[in-house]
């Protein structure tokens, strides 16, 4: 089965979703997540949502739930790149996304992840810790 | 008048996943803005899920509009699950009697033009929308 892959950037993680997901890839998204940031004690996790042309509840759950877990394990998520009228439709459908920070692109999303990313980010590398 | 309906199974997810798809294409060629596409789709996604996860399985129906007057998606998603005792209640923000967020119903409803709810307990529902063309 297919899974989607996560990258390491600095202290974060960056996942890019590019299909459209259907159930245990979402469940999946979430173990994994889970595992890896306590594996790199990544303080954030950018999820890149450009690809995505809806969002529907499940997906927002998924978005919510992972924001809570990563929260716990004291890393901060950013969800980038939503398209605008994914976003509009999500507030018709009541949806804010409690917990979940956004911003218009990945580099923008590292920057909001704690200072630790960011300068690791700016420093174009960083593993030296 | 309406034309070329397919109708579609819902029994999985991948099923749920597959009437996005085809809404996507029937509001294209209908000519829906991409916000109003997004909106039907998302609605499409909302009920389908319903279907599947409350109803367990049944069919969704998708048809082109094209008369004199409008041109549009519209689409019966109809199951022959449990039903739903109190209409209102389950179109309330925040109600779910699984583990969702409460909003798929009320909020398809607001995704949309036309919104009409079919439902009699242990006999099933049917969700009837519509998105128009402006
Ligand atoms: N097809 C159906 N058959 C039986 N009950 C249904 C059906 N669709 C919805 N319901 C009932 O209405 C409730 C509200 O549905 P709604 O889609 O608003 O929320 P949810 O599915 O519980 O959560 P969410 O959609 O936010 O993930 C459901 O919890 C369920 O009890
Ligand atoms: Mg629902």
């Known amino acids: 089965m297919d899974s989607i892959p996560i990258l390491k950037i600095g202290s974060a993680l960056l ?12 469940t999946q998204l979430q173990e994994d997540l889970t595992t890896r940031i306590v594996e790199h004690h990544a303080r954030g996790v950018l999820i890149d949502i450009s690809a995505l042309e809806i969002v ?5 759950r998924m978005l919510a739930n992972i924001a809570s877990v990563s929260r716990l394990l004291d890393a901060d998520t950013v969800v980038v790149g939503m398209r605008p009228e994914v976003a509009i439709t999500l507030v018709e459908l009541g949806l804010g996304l409690p917990g979940v920070k956004t911003a ?3 580099e923008r999303g590292l920057a909001l992840i704690g200072g630790v990313a960011r300068d ?3 420093a174009g590398d960083g593993d030296d810790d | 008048m309406a ?32 916000v109003d596409q997004t909106k039907l789709i998302t609605a499409a996604s909302e009920l389908a899920r319903n279907t599947l996860d409350y109803g367990k399985g049944g069919h969704a129906d998708i048809m082109t509009v094209n008369d004199t007057a409008r041109r549009g998606v519209r689409i019966v998603f109809r199951d022959q699950g449990p039903g739903i005792p109190d209409v209102a209640l389950a179109l309330t923000d925040g109600f779910t009697s699984g583990n969702g967020l409460g909003h798929g119903l009320g909020g ?19 969700v009837t929308i519509a998105r128009w063309r402006k």
């Open chain 2, 3 to 34: 034309t070329t309906t397919e109708t579609l199974a819902i029994v999985s997810g991948d099923d749920v996943v597959r009437v996005r798809q085809k809404v996507r294409v029937r509001a294209t060629e209908a000519g829906l803005s991409l």
């Open chain 1, 15 to 26: 996942v890019t979703i590019q299909v459209d997901m259907h159930d245990q890839l979402a």
């Open chain 1, 104 to 106: 218009l692109n990945a």
């Open chain 1, 56 to 60: 529907d509840s499940f997906i927002g």
């Open chain 2, 108 to 126: 398809a409803r607001r995704l949309v033009d036309d919104f009409d709810i079919q439902t009699a307990v242990g006999q099933g529902t049917t």
């Open chain 1, 120 to 122: 690791e980010a700016a």
